[in-house]
């Protein structure tokens, strides 16, 4: 059995802590009341009356405009209520997730910054990540004074969870509270193994928490579901997701936490209020909406199609070198090699910045992260941004490699 004990795992004076109590939570906008409790302007925003966009036709998101100068719901209920629909697949578990198993955040950096809020004293406790990995978790945790252990994936292409070396380390290292995975991985786009995260979660000695980030699970194989329902059976897992990717709307600022409700219940206690505004709610709304998830299956779909595409075609192009992570994700990771075709930092640094500066396409530079040495991290686009990428990363390796 794990030794997980919220009430000694948690900072105490989270456990403590009174929730700030908003004009909303005394009193509900049911449409009928006269607000005079929360010192809005009663006049409403600068905007025409002209310039609303609401609509109740389901054809679009319904944001009304001229409503802006109300409060948002603070509880956001049936938000909370569509993801749990999304994500209750019974692939892990009969049972349903609810509301109260749902934290909102401004994104998932806010997750993230608020578990080490929640459970990480400064200067005494520390994190466990597993490089490469995303980079908020170590900045997160600078942010907050809170210690890094770094316990590296297993090599490429794999990229799994080096399960004996976690266990040892969470044995073995003081005050390590929160383990952050990243499932599928970013750089690496991998799916990790559930019964990889099944032997961190039933540690027989740690006292803390598993986070798996599933920002690019709308990607993943089906063979890899999300675990979001998984949180059910586990009082010490959190499960964090964004709409940024796989419903493309990184525009909006929304990620969701799945976890048991007590430790809902302790994030939800330490949030701003207010926290979600009425727009991104709206927004939200509508694409977990059966027309709204139709919308962005068949974007998945489209994407993954164009994924296919660039590994068939950069397997042709001389100076790219092996796939180094795995498919579950909207982006490849590839090796540039240089003229000995051998991955190369340099080589690889090069043609990013010629892509960039010469021929207008982006993509990221990943060499220096851990066991990533002449890489590139490419997001597949659109037929026609994947087509001039294809182009433009063939003309430039041969610049490159021709001047080395």
Avoid at 7 to 17: G, H, K, S, W
Avoid at 37 to 42: Q, R, V
Avoid at 168 to 181: H, Q
Avoid at 368 to 393: D, M, N, P, Y
């Amino acid at each position: 059995m794990a030794a997980f004990n919220l009430q000694t795992c948690a900072r105490p004076n989270i456990l403590t802590l009174q929730p700030y109590v908003c004009a909303r939570d005394d009193y509900k906008d049911d449409g009928t009341n006269t607000l005079l409790d929360a010192n809005e302007n009663a006049y409403g925003p600068p905007i025409a009356t002209s310039a609303t966009i609401t609509t109740s036709s389901g054809e679009h998101p319904e944001i009304d405009l001229l409503g802006l100068h109300r409060y948002p719901d603070p509880h956001q209920i049936e938000l909370k209520q569509l993801l749990c629909n999304l994500r209750t697949t019974h692939q892990h578990t009969p049972k349903l997730l609810t509301p109260e198993n749902v934290s909102l955040g401004v994104g998932s950096d806010e997750s993230i910054d608020a578990m080490l809020r929640c459970f990480c004293r400064p200067g005494v406790d520390r994190i466990l990540v597993c490089p490469p990995t995303y980079g908020m978790y170590s900045v997160s945790a600078q942010i907050n004074d809170v210690g890094l252990v770094k316990v590296p994936l297993l090599p490429a292409p794999g990229f799994q969870i080096d399960v004996p070396a976690v266990l040892s380390a969470l044995s073995s290292e003081p005050n390590i509270k929160l383990v952050y995975l990243t499932s599928p991985g970013n750089p690496t786009g991998s799916s990790l193994s559930k019964e990889d995260i099944r032997q961190i979660l039933t540690h027989p000695t740690w006292n803390g928490v598993v986070i798996v980030d599933e920002a690019y699970a709308d990607f993943a194989s089906p063979s890899s579901p999300s675990l979001a329902e998984w949180t059910t059976e586990w009082p010490n897992l959190v499960v964090m997701q964004t709409l940024s990717k796989g419903f493309g709307l990184a525009g909006i600022r929304l990620g969701a936490i799945f976890t048991a409700p007590e430790i809902a219940k302790l994030l939800n206690s330490l949030q701003a209020p207010y926290n979600i505004p009425s727009p991104t709610a709206a927004l939200a709304t509508y694409a977990l909406s059966p027309k709204g998830l139709a919308i962005m299956r068949q974007n998945v779909e489209n994407l993954l199609k164009q994924r296919q595409r660039m590994i068939d075609a950069m397997a042709k192009i001389p100076g790219v070198g092996r796939l180094r992570g795995g498919l579950d994700s909207n982006f490849l990771l590839y090796e540039m090699l240089n003229k000995n075709d051998e991955p190369d930092n340099k080589t690889a640094l090069a043609v990013y910045e010629k892509l960039a500066e010469q021929k207008g396409v982006v993509v990221r530079f990943r060499g220096k992260e851990h066991g990533c040495l002449g890489c590139l991290r490419i997001t597949v686009g659109t037929e026609e941004e994947t087509g001039k990428f294809l182009q433009a990363v063939e003309k430039t390796l041969a610049e490159v490699r021709g001047a080395e």
